[in-house]
């Protein structure tokens, strides 16, 4: 929408250098073969070249420009708040391992950074989350509390963190860090080619088949064999092991902001969901990052969620421009810890990471130590804490039951909505039902109608219309699509199918 602040694009992405892996050509085979190009795929890659492991890394986009390259990027173990939780949901054992996980994986990205030479703008920095509501003191310092519990860099504080405005009550860690993650993604990828291993971008992973030699098969016809596949692709394609219903997609939004005065040198989130910290300007100086503004995929107005954090920019700092806007994606668990080890209990050979819960740098690069640990034949001592196959305590049950009757609410009820394909404005969508189907309608900028069945190839869920990103996405698992029907996210790996019109300005044929 042209009407939305700064230029809609990452960051990270458009600030990067390029990368030009070619797309897989020929049939292959290798001892593991690791599906996405993000932190946790590229870490376990690395590590496991470096053992001496055959490894061929698949990309559907560009190596580091998927969801790693969408976010505020904090390397960080505090993720708002926590361990609290932890403590009381899984006990104060895991809660320790998952801090000290993360803590080993901001402490292994500070130092592939110093042995790679990456030039990827890592600082150390404070991460402090905060409230600025006098009811939420207690819960902000049990956080702390509970942290330095488990051993974490953690302390409370009152007054002033380094914002221009003072704090109710704040959990602060040290020696956290920030960074440019598609310049670091960039640098471990051509690590991983440097110890041995293959890269392959534009190759989109559409199945695997599991044994004792794996197979898997690319959207393009090539295939791979491999003793392990690895499914770092975020939320899983293959779905073998009930992920949908134990994890939920969320977008949040980001924008890159030039400030007059001084930008604010810590990480901070607060307990409302706000983001904020400093970045390097391409050309000079300070942006501020501002993020935040979280709603389930395809169940909010998104443009509305930009603005709101315009406003909140506004209200807060003296902006002077806003360079950049972009959203991002993450996956919820459902105890609040990622999921990682085998894609199913069944599974010999094909493991898994996800549910990173926007915190997905330390996170992803603590499973990557987990994973290639499993390839080679032991079990690391996190393992048991982050096991793939876990339903969660029984804290967990409220939150499964409700997020699966969200789903099964929007798979009923988006198929009562009607519209009509005349009354889409160009620039924008809209679902159009027909008798028992629906069509999904987008109107471009030149005025000339596009439809496409509006049933997500993933399990038939009704896509929605994205405002901000003119998307098709799926309120019920996170699939995202382009207006041509493309793949833009998964876990789909079909397309949307063309539907006919019957006229420029008509309803769609039925299928």
């Not at 698949?58 to 969408?70: E, M, P, T």
């Not at 890592?122 to 207690?138: A, G, I, L, M, W």
């Not at 110890?195 to 004792?212: K, M, N, P, W």
Request: some cysteine; aromatic content about 8%.
């Amino acid at each position: 929408m042209d009407d939305l602040p700064g230029t809609p694009a990452s960051l990270w992405a458009e600030t990067a250098p390029p990368t030009d892996y070619p797309a897989l050509d020929r049939d292959i085979t290798v001892d593991v073969a690791v599906l996405g190009g993000g932190i946790a795929g590229l870490t376990t890659a690395l590590l496991l070249a470096r053992s001496g492991t055959s490894v061929v890394v698949l990309d559907a986009g560009r190596v580091g420009r998927g969801v790693s390259g969408y976010s505020t990027a904090k390397v960080t173990s505090l993720h708002s708040l926590t361990y609290a939780d932890l403590v009381s949901g899984r006990g104060e054992q895991h809660a320790r391992v998952y801090g000290e996980a993360n803590e080993a994986g901001l402490a292994t990205i500070a130092r592939y950074t110093r042995e790679l030479a990456i030039d990827c703008d890592f600082r150390r920095r404070p991460n402090f989350t905060y409230t600025e509501e006098e009811q939420k003191v207690d819960q902000v310092r049990e956080e702390a509390e509970a942290a330095a519990g488990v051993g974490l860099p953690s302390s409370f504080v009152q007054g002033q963190i380094g914002l221009p405005w003072e704090v109710n009550g704040a959990v602060r860690f040290e020696e956290q860090a920030e960074f440019h993650p598609t310049k670091y993604l960039v640098g471990i990828a051509q690590a991983v080619r440097g110890a041995g291993g293959q890269i392959y971008e534009g190759t989109r992973a559409v199945a695997v088949d599991d044994g004792e030699q794996c197979k898997v098969r690319a959207e393009n016809g090539r295939e791979v064999r491999a003793g392990h596949v690895i499914v770092a692709t975020h939320f899983p394609f293959l779905d073998r092991s009930g992920f949908f219903a134990r994890i939920h997609a969320e977008r949040s939004y980001v924008l890159a902001v030039r400030i007059r005065g001084q930008v604010p040198q810590g990480m901070y989130i607060d307990t409302a969901g706000h983001s904020l910290r400093s970045q390097p300007a391409p050309g000079g100086g300070e942006l501020l990052l501002v993020g935040g503004a979280s709603h389930k995929v395809g169940q909010a107005d998104e443009a509305e969620h930009y603005r709101h954090l315009e406003r909140y920019a506004r209200e807060r700092f003296d902006v002077e421009s806003i360079d950049y806007r972009w959203s991002t994606q993450d996956n919820i668990p459902l105890d609040k810890v990622p999921y990682v080890g085998k894609l199913a209990p069944f599974s010999k050979r094909v493991l898994v990471a996800t549910g990173f819960r926007k915190w997905g740098y330390a996170n992803g690069t603590a499973a990557a130590i987990i994973l290639a640990d499993a390839v080679k034949g032991s079990e690391h001592p996190w393992a048991s804490t982050f096991d793939s196959s876990r339903l969660g305590p029984p804290s967990a049950a409220a939150s499964f039951v409700k997020e699966n009757a969200n789903v099964g609410r929007r798979f009923v009820q988006d198929r009562l909505k009607r519209g009509s394909a005349s009354a889409v404005p160009p620039g924008e969508g809209a679902i159009v039902r027909e008798g028992l189907h629906q069509a999904a309608v987008h109107r471009d900028d030149n005025g000339d109608l596009h439809a496409l069945s509006a049933r997500c190839t993933h399990m038939g869920c009704i896509v929605q219309w994205n405002t901000a990103e003119r998307s098709w996405d799926c309120p019920c698992h996170g699939s995202r699509f382009a207006t041509d029907g493309r793949v833009l996210q998964g876990p789909a790996v079909a397309p949307l199918e063309p539907r006919k019109l019957r006229g420029p300005d008509s309803e769609p044929v039925p299928e």
